[in-house]
């Protein structure tokens, strides 16, 4: 599979969009992942901005991920 992989900051915003928009849309074509050179928790409105247009299974898949 291709890689694809996004980084920001603080893995907080930009990046966990980037890799939820893939990780739905892209489906099983690619594997996604994103990073922070600092990270933090995924903001807020991320979530609330991911989750109103649809991304609710890619947001689980990122929970799974960070709750480890």
């Known amino acids: 599979f291709p890689t694809r992989r996004s980084s920001d900051l603080h893995n907080s915003a930009r990046s966990q969009i980037a890799e939820a928009i893939l990780r739905r849309d892209g489906g099983d074509r690619f594997e996604v992942a994103s990073a922070g050179t ?3 928790p995924v903001h ?9 247009q649809g991304y609710l299974l ?4 990122l929970a799974l991920r960070f709750n480890r």
């Open 58 to 61: 890619a947001l689980q898949a």
């Open 38 to 40: 600092d990270p933090r």
């Open 44 to 52: 807020p409105l991320t979530i609330e901005a991911l989750a109103g």
